[in-house]
Nanobody, 118 residues
């Protein structure tokens, strides 16, 4: 199983980024997918998740700013992030869980770094 996250980069505050995570080696449509962030010196935390049926869940601080989506035909999950602030600076990871309830997640991508400048 391989999850490859990409799309990170340097963006100014107020800007947007779309992260992508391409999955291989698993039946993607049967997995709950999540996007996590890990800021410097902090623990990894869940930003958003999407079920096999397309239901979504967001952490309060990103609600209204981020949108998670999936394309099962492309085995890819996305995270559209808008109105970015320096507090969004982190390494972002995608993860997959075979449990319909989500965590714990079984497979992890390598992370893509997002830096938001003020």
């Amino acid at each position: 199983v391989q999850l490859q996250a990409f799309g990170g980069g340097l963006v100014q505050a107020g800007g947007s980024l779309r992260l992508s995570c391409a999955a291989s080696g698993l039946t993607f449509s049967r997995y709950v997918m999540g996007w996590f962030r890990q800021a410097p010196g902090k623990q990894r935390e869940l930003d958003a998740s999407i079920t096999i049926g397309g239901s979504t869940n967001y952490r309060d601080s990103v609600k209204g700013r981020s949108t998670i989506s999936r394309d099962n035909a492309k085995n890819t999950v996305y995270l559209q992030m808008n109105s970015l602030t320096p507090e969004d600076t982190a390494v972002y990871f995608c993860a997959a869980s075979w449990r319909s309830s989500g965590p714990p997640y079984d497979y992890w991508g390598q992370g893509t770094e997002v830096t938001v400048s003020s």
